[in-house]
């Protein structure tokens, strides 16, 4: 899940329109006994070529942050852990403190609909890492509206003037239609669009007060959930890499890359139908992240 995989759409988002996870996700697999994912479809040709399409986004997507790299110092690196609490770093043992949970709240008012306002220090630039990756891993990316805006507030000035127009290139009529979407992003009648990320741990990488780097852990689901779906919702784990400036009164996005993994062993979970993975898109909503 890149830039690009994200989740929310017109005719099937209903109240997962939400940017920061406020909204709900669903996702359907099928019955294993009918003989395939959604009614029938199983993951052919059809379904890698979506993921090689997203795929291409997400390397368009690095190469467009890698060459808007801003000249902030972000190489300072820190021995300790974001947040307030410290942890052991005995030689060969890692720092407990980096997946540590502080209990605190991390912000109290949204811009856009989007968590901001975090606090000045390591665990403020982590908090908002992981917030900022859950809106920019929704459908709000396919289109050009929420899209913009979405680049607008996360992004410092000059980074979100400089990847609308590549962006708006990569989400091309084309690039949707292989995705099984309509020009504005929206799944076919019936369906639903799925784009979601939910991180899983966060790390500071460097600290310099005015700037961090920051990665983020994730699992991202991509695809559209429905009965004659030829993309089912799948799982990714991916990492993104955030450079952060504290701009204003807030952390902004200077760039970004993403790379895979760490991937679990896949399990033995049985895949749910079309039905159960749209149903669940509908019900669950998503989280504000503290670390």
Do not use: C
Not at 101 to 123: L, M, Y
Not at 150 to 176: I, R
Not at 179 to 184: C, E, I, R, S
Not at 190 to 214: E, I, N
């Amino acid at each position: 899940m890149s830039l690009g995989d994200s989740q929310h759409d017109g005719d099937s988002t209903g109240p997962d329109d939400g940017y920061g996870g406020t909204g709900q996700t669903r996702t359907r697999y099928h019955d294993q006994g009918n003989g395939g994912v959604y009614g029938g479809a199983r993951r052919t040709k059809s379904s890698r070529g979506t993921v090689t399409a997203v795929g291409v986004v997400v390397l368009l997507i690095a190469a467009i942050a890698f060459a808007n790299r801003g000249g902030d110092d972000s190489s300072t690196s820190s021995s300790s852990t974001a947040g307030s609490g410290s942890g052991s770093n005995s030689v060969g043992q890692p720092d407990t403190a980096a997946t540590e949970a502080s209990g605190e709240q991390p912000v109290t008012k949204k811009a856009a609909g989007i968590p901001s306002g975090f606090a000045h220090n390591r665990q403020g630039a982590q908090s908002a890492a992981a917030n900022y990756a859950v809106s920019l891993g929704s459908t709000g990316m396919f289109r050009k509206d929420s899209r913009d805006k979405l680049l607008d507030t996360l992004f410092t000035s000059e980074a979100a003037a400089s990847l609308k127009a590549p962006l708006d290139k990569a989400y091309s009529a084309g690039f949707l239609t292989r995705l099984g979407l309509d020009a504005n992003g929206n799944a076919p009648a019936g369906s639903t669009f799925v784009s979601r990320v939910t991180p899983v741990g966060t790390k500071t990488v460097a600290y310099g007060g005015a700037t961090a780097t920051v990665d983020v852990w994730y699992v991202g689901l991509t695809g559209i959930a429905g009965e004659t779906s030829t993309s089912p919702v799948t799982s990714s784990w991916k990492t993104w890499t955030y450079d952060m400036r504290w701009s204003g009164d807030d952390w902004k996005i200077v760039s970004y890359s993403e790379k895979d993994g760490p991937n679990p062993v896949p399990g033995d979970d049985r895949a749910a139908a079309s039905d159960e993975i749209s149903k669940a898109i509908d019900e669950y909503g998503g989280f504000t992240y503290a670390r």
